[in-house]
């Protein structure tokens, strides 16, 4: 298994700008996460998915984020309009029923 | 409510000595504990986990036991290298199905 895909694994845009962060969770998980690191902040849940249905967002930091999952092997993270303090690495994790959680290898986003 | 508190890092170390990451926990009921890894670069991987009290997980020489009576999930390896050098991050599941994580503990190895 190629384990969880994200794209870009880089990404830097100036203040204003919409930016969209992908996932494709392993094959056969039901429950797909989405974090933001920094190292002001460490490791913060912005969002999780059963079953593609948006469980809990309370970890979104403000409306200019949103999160879809249109289907089990796909979900995006936008961010729009973009500010600096979003600047973070953003990691997508799935996972079986409560089990071990796979994380993707990151995003890291620079906002100018 | 639900929280993990790690021993703060840095923690610095030669290579070949003992290794101790205190990891202490408040949870409803007796969740699986899981002890994460993050090597730089790259995301979060599972070390070992222990699903029940008394369990011992082990992984790669590492060791930690589930203890119920202190809710603790100590991190411990006879003899570590530098390649462990690493963020370890405890963590367990809450009532609601989130991944409740620690802080963090950075250790750094020096040869």
């Known amino acids: 298994d190629a384990g969880v895909i994200q794209s870009p694994r880089h990404e830097v845009t100036e203040m204003g700008q919409e930016v969209t962060l992908r996932c494709k969770p392993i094959?056969?998980?039901?429950?797909l996460f989405w974090y933001r690191q920094t190292m002001m902040r460490g490791l913060e849940l912005l969002i999780y998915?059963?079953?593609?249905?948006?469980?809990?967002d309370s970890g979104m930091p403000e409306d200019r984020f949103s999160a879809k999952m249109p289907n089990a092997s796909f979900s995006t993270l936008k961010i729009q309009p973009s500010e600096p303090r979003d600047s973070a690495v953003y990691f997508c994790?799935?996972?079986?029923?409560?089990?071990?959680?796979?994380f993707g290898p990151g995003t890291r986003l620079t906002v100018t | 409510g639900d929280s993990v508190t790690q021993m703060e890092g840095p923690v610095t170390l030669s290579e070949e000595a003992f290794l101790t990451i205190n990891c202490t926990y408040t949870?409803?009921?007796?969740?699986?504990l899981f002890w994460y890894v993050q090597y730089p670069g790259e995301g979060l991987q599972l070390l070992l986990k222990?699903?029940?009290?008394?369990d011992k997980g082990s992984n790669k020489g590492f060791e930690a036991t589930y203890r119920k009576e202190t809710t603790s999930f100590h991190l411990e390896k006879g003899s570590v290298q530098v390649s462990d050098s690493a963020v370890y991050f405890c963590?367990?599941?809450?009532?609601?199905?989130?991944?409740?994580f620690g802080q963090g503990t950075e250790l750094s190895v020096k040869p």
């Open positions: 094959s056969g998980h039901n429950s």
């Open positions: 963590a367990f599941y809450n009532q609601g199905g989130k991944l409740i």
């Open positions: 994790a799935s996972t079986f029923w409560g089990n071990e959680q796979y």
């Open positions: 949870a409803t009921g007796y969740p699986s």
């Open positions: 222990a699903t029940k009290a008394d």
């Open positions: 998915f059963n079953n593609n249905v948006p469980i809990d």
